[in-house]
């Protein structure tokens, strides 16, 4: 084969490489959310079921809170708010691990993490709460995974 023969080989595979690459990027990156629940001012929360992580007693997930309107906060419009809640499941605490405030805007730095000082002190789930709604659909997947004859049951 000669040098042009290879360069016509190489760039294609090249440019088939980068193509499945991007397939594979563009498909294995979308999150699954899962409607958690519709509060009665029209918010509504989902959870992201394929992040559940369970060590023990501790169960975490990401949830993500989309409002049903946008609410002015320190002179950003809101829509929303990202969140990696830790909760342990026997002490019905909560502790939140991570956070991010979605707002209405293009700019990608103004959506960075939120710097809450409450972050990582754990926290008693207050029953009536949005918090308690989130520990129980956490804290139920984790009793499903627990049980003998589930799909990720270790038995």
């Not at 809450?116 to 789930?125: H, K, Y």
């Amino acid at each position: 084969m000669n040098s042009t023969g290879k360069r016509l080989t190489i760039r294609t595979m090249c440019r088939f490489s980068l193509v499945t690459l991007l397939l594979v990027v563009a498909t294995g990156a979308q999150a699954e959310w899962t409607l958690v629940a519709t509060h009665a001012n029209g918010d509504k929360t989902y959870a992201e079921s394929q992040s559940l992580v369970i060590v023990g007693h501790l169960v975490r997930l990401w949830f993500k809170d989309e409002l049903h309107e946008p609410a002015l906060v320190a002179g950003s419009q809101v829509t929303g708010f990202r969140h990696l809640t830790e909760f342990d499941c026997t002490e019905r605490k909560f502790r939140l691990l991570q956070g991010t405030v979605l707002k209405e805007t293009t700019d990608a730095a103004a959506n960075g993490l939120d710097k809450d000082s409450n972050r990582r002190q754990w926290l008693f789930v207050e029953p009536g709460t949005k918090m308690a709604i989130d520990f129980k659909y956490a804290c139920g997947l984790a009793e499903q995974d627990r049980r003998p004859g589930s799909a990720d049951s270790t038995q």
